[in-house]
């Protein structure tokens, strides 16, 4: 069992920053690939970015390229979310997920954990 928690989330003004951490535990932290996913009012959760167990690979959706940095701390078991640029249309609930396997993590199904999500408001 893994356990996740995000907090970081907030009222930010259009242009700002944000960083969001998903703490985990409960299982070993580096047999897990990572991702985060969001998802807006009325909308389907959509995936936002993901990062490899060993930290080497990412993958981040297109919305959020060269805005967003996924990273993580292996010896802090937390993976954060800094983004950076936010935009109106990057409000949402932000939910951290676990997998051992990348397909899911990035696809989003039959993902093994998911955290409760923290929610991200940015006015414009």
């Known amino acids: 069992q893994v356990q996740l928690v995000e907090s970081g989330g907030g009222l930010v003004q259009a242009g700002g920053s944000l960083r969001l951490s998903c703490a985990t535990s409960?299982?070993?932290?580096?047999?897990?690939?990572m991702g985060w996913f969001r998802q807006a009012p009325g909308k389907e959760r959509e995936f936002v970015a993901a990062?490899?167990?060993?930290?080497?690979?990412?993958s981040y959706a297109e919305p959020v390229k060269g805005r967003f940095i996924i990273s993580r701390d292996n010896a802090k078991n937390t993976v954060y979310l800094q983004m950076n640029s936010l935009k109106p249309e990057d409000t949402a609930v932000y939910y951290c997920?676990?997998?051992?396997?990348?397909?899911?993590?990035?696809?989003?199904?039959?993902?093994?954990?998911w955290g409760k999500g923290t929610l991200v408001t940015v006015s414009s």
């Open positions: 409960g299982s070993t932290f580096k047999n897990y690939h």
């Open positions: 990062m490899s167990r060993s930290g080497s690979t990412t």
């Open positions: 997920a676990a997998d051992p396997s990348w397909g899911r993590v990035t696809g989003g199904r039959r993902v093994d954990y």
